[in-house]
């Protein structure tokens, strides 16, 4: 494990996605989160299956799915003519 300088805490803090590079390898690593990674780490397997990101993807779209933009795409045919 490696620990992290105050310098570098405070770039996770501030960084949208915070990334790394390894100078001797020449790769960028992004880092996530313990907790965002045991959510997602079931998709990233040897084998990942679709259907397993469902429940995932339900509720990432579920606040605007019901919002009244929506009430427009589903009466899209009615606009298309």
Avoid: N
Wanted: hydrophobic share 30%.
């Amino acid at each position: 494990m490696i620990e992290l300088t105050p310098e570098q805490c405070q770039e996770l803090e501030t960084a949208e996605v915070p990334r790394v590079i390894d100078p001797v390898a020449q790769k960028t690593y992004v880092l996530v989160s313990e907790e965002v990674y045991e959510r997602v780490k079931g998709f990233l397997g040897d084998d990942p299956q679709p259907h397993d990101a469902y429940p995932a993807i339900d509720r990432a779209f579920a606040e605007d799915w019901d919002g009244p933009k929506m009430d427009d795409y589903d009466r899209y045919e009615e606009f298309r003519q």
